[in-house]
């Protein structure tokens, strides 16, 4: 998946000549982390984060009154503390690898920039937690079995008949060869959910015929039972 399809192309930005206070409060305004800065030519020139403005306020223990903090807010400018070393990501680059970017550089969002330079997007974590629920299909298949196979062409495909032998219809299929012993690959086979007494049958003939790690149900009624409510 290319981070153009999953990236925010309304991209809220600021230029170099904002004030810290300007640029603090459209970020509690749009309840955001960071903020791309452009220059005058309208290009990436840096970003400035929520920590960026945290570091740069005075300290509490200043003997600077109220107006004189506000007058020194409003004086200073984004483009004495940003970041002008930027990460960034291009549109037909995979979601993936933006996931890399982030986690190598310990960030939670990256600038999507163009070939020609121009800011086209912006894409975060979320949006990365987004397309890991999109591509495991967890919404419309309450269940999940892992397996370790045989790392041959076919053993996965002989998994997915015994499923469907009864009446699973399988969601999504992920492997992996990194987590798995030598020879062997980690096999994710995410099906719909069954009746009981069928999911205990089909059960018992996987764990006869295969190796299976677990397998698990997703109850996504409890979503709502441990959605964080603000009062």
């Known amino acids: ?29 749009k309840k955001i982390r960071s903020l791309p800065v452009l220059n005058k030519e309208g290009k990436l020139a840096g970003i400035v984060s929520d920590r960026d403005l945290r570091d740069a306020a005075p300290s509490k223990a ?47 969002s990256l600038p999507v920039i163009s070939n020609n330079d121009n800011l086209v997007g912006w894409i975060t974590q979320t949006d990365i937690f987004k397309v890991l629920i999109n591509i495991t299909g967890v919404y419309t298949g309450g269940i999940q079995f892992a397996f370790s196979l045989e790392d041959r062409s076919g053993s996965i495909g002989e998994t997915a008949d015994v499923i469907r032998s009864y009446g699973g219809r399988i ?22 959910a069954l009746p009981d007494d069928k999911l205990r049958n089909l059960v018992k003939e996987l764990e006869e015929k295969f190796i299976v790690l677990y397998t698990s149900k997703d109850l996504l009624e409890e979503v709502e039972n441990r959605r964080v409510r603000i009062p």
């Open 1 to 29: 998946m290319l981070v153009q399809g999953w990236m925010i192309s309304d991209v809220i930005t600021v230029d170099e000549d904002t004030s810290i206070m300007k640029a603090s409060i459209i970020m509690k305004e």
């Open 62 to 108: 200043t003997t600077l009154d109220v107006y004189e903090l506000n007058y020194l807010l409003s004086s200073m400018k984004i483009k004495d503390i940003m970041t002008r070393n930027v990460v960034f990501v291009r549109p037909d680059e995979t979601v993936e690898f933006a996931a890399i970017l982030m986690l190598e550089n310990k960030i939670s």
């Open 171 to 192: 969601v999504s299929i992920l492997s992996t060869r990194e987590t798995a012993e030598e020879g062997r690959r980690n096999v994710y086979v995410r099906c719909r």
